[in-house]
């Protein structure tokens, strides 16, 4: 059975940074894409961004690029989303979700990490 | 930067057909995911390559893309599939990079 396991809810002050994990058990295939996707609340599905844990290739959507930093640990298969200079808006639930390559879907996702931003 | 349209909202009664629409330039030449997402739950995808079932989901849930618009249609619908559907497209970039967009949600309210 396929899990995405992430971390715990986290509360930063504005200004902070965030780290989120994302552990990947149970996949058949050796490789996949992980993808974060953003969700603020009450609003719709934002994608954030992708990495290729083999080759360690990341891709940002244009609105993240700069502030996001998107990483893998192949060895404990784990991805990381790191968000810095938090601010408000960043008030989220971030999702990561798995993606096998040619398929094009996400097929799996994690259950989701709250952070919230406040003083 | 492209982008996917949905309507915020779509009404149907037990046992009816709703259609979802997602619309976006020359959408029927990309394939179309569409997830289901209950209140307080992560997305769950339900159609994959604009038309097929991941196992586990319902036959009633199918999806069609051409033109501009891809469609979700959920026959026989039942008090369960209310929920947010999202739909999702991969985009090619000016400088040849693929990226994932998102439509905006419909609410689909079962009445």
């Known amino acids: 059975e396929v899990e995405l396991v992430q971390s715990g809810a986290e509360v930063k002050e504005p200004g902070a940074s965030v780290k989120i994990s994302c552990k990947v058990s149970g996949y058949t295939r050796t490789d996949y894409y992980i993808h974060w996707v953003q969700q603020a609340p009450g609003k719709g599905l934002e994608w954030m961004g992708l990495?290729?844990?083999?080759?360690?290739?990341?891709i940002y959507a244009e609105k993240f690029q700069g502030r996001v930093s998107i990483t893998a640990d192949t060895s404990a298969d784990t991805a990381y989303v790191e968000v810095s200079s938090l601010r408000s808006e960043d008030t989220a639930v971030y999702y990561c979700a798995t993606d096998p390559p040619g398929v094009d879907k996400f097929d799996y996702w994690g259950q989701g990490t709250l952070v919230t931003v406040s003083s | 930067s492209y982008e996917l349209t949905q309507p915020p909202s779509v009404s149907v009664s037990p046992g009816q057909t709703a259609s979802i629409t997602c619309s976006g330039d020359k959408l029927g030449d990309k394939f179309v995911c569409w997830y289901q997402q209950r209140p307080g739950q992560s997305p769950v995808l339900v159609i994959f390559?604009?038309?097929y079932r991941p196992s586990g989901i319902p036959e009633r849930f199918s999806g069609s893309n051409s033109g501009n618009t891809a469609t979700l249609t959920i026959s026989g619908t039942q008090a369960m599939d209310e929920a947010d559907y999202y739909c999702?497209?991969?985009?090619?970039?000016?400088?040849?990079?693929?990226?994932?967009?998102f439509g905006g949600g419909t609410k689909l309210t079962v009445l």
């Open positions: 999702q497209a991969w985009d090619t970039t000016d400088v040849g990079t693929n990226t994932v967009v």
């Open positions: 990495i290729n844990p083999e080759d360690g290739e990341v």
């Open positions: 390559q604009d038309n």
